[in-house]
T-cell receptor, first 113, second 116 residues
């Protein structure tokens, strides 16, 4: 069975500083991994996904994530935070069979001016 | 592309009534749609997987007679919460994948249900 652990429920950064949102996964299969962002009262938007191609995945809005099999991690990073990045971020794993997604608990990112 | 809509965006109803939520894929055909539930300050939990023209597959603990799912066409799935009670109040989100079988799920904006 798949599972996802987001290590921080809240992260606070200053505008212009780097962002790191941590995610560890557990999967019996070769996983597909995703990061989604949810702004208040909005639907989820896909930031990026890893599907066994390049281990460093670049997404939208300057975000990227690196798949590290040895560490079972898929941390999300961004070099410079923007106020508009304030939202909740979900790390998600899929086994690729039937496309069932398992969501992490979410990390709320706060960006201070 | 790959836009999913939901209607209504929010609904308030009295206890004991039924509520129908629509999920539409606007610019693509979706053989499979998913229904999730999100409680305040919690993550999304998959309720059921809906395949066009067949019965939905429900996750463990989800009452299929209470949460009726109909996926009548390649662009529309509906979730009906029957005899709603206050504990059914939640944020319901649908997603869809394309007929090409691509893994990426495209999510709707969600429907907030409040049962009084």
């Amino acid at each position: 069975a798949q599972s996802v652990t987001q290590l921080d429920s809240h992260v606070s950064v200053s505008e212009g500083t780097p962002v790191l949102l941590r995610c560890n996964y557990s999967s019996s299969y070769s996983p597909s991994l995703f990061w989604y962002v949810q702004h208040p009262n909005k639907g989820l938007q896909l930031l990026l996904k890893y599907t066994s191609a390049a281990t460093l995945v670049k997404g939208i809005n300057g975000f990227e994530a690196e798949f590290k099999k040895s560490e079972t991690s898929f941390h999300l990073t961004k070099p410079s935070a923007h106020m508009s990045d304030a939202a909740e971020y979900f790390c998600v794993v899929s086994d690729g069979y039937g496309n069932k997604l398992v969501f992490g608990a979410g990390t709320i990112l706060r960006v201070k001016s | 592309g790959a836009v999913v809509s939901q209607h209504p965006s929010w609904v308030i109803c009295k206890s004991g009534t039924s509520v129908k939520i629509e999920c539409r894929s606007l610019d693509f055909q979706a053989t499979t749609m998913f229904w999730y539930r999100q409680f305040p300050k919690q993550s999304l939990m998959l309720m059921a997987t809906s395949n066009e023209g067949s019965k939905a597959t429900y996750e463990q603990g989800v009452e299929k007679d209470k949460f009726l799912i109909n996926h009548a066409s390649l662009t529309l799935s509906t979730l009906t919460v029957t005899s709603a009670h206050p504990e059914d109040s939640s944020f319901y989100i649908c997603s869809a994948i394309t007929t090409g079988g691509q893994e990426t799920q495209y999510f709707g904006p969600g429907t907030r249900l409040l049962v009084l």
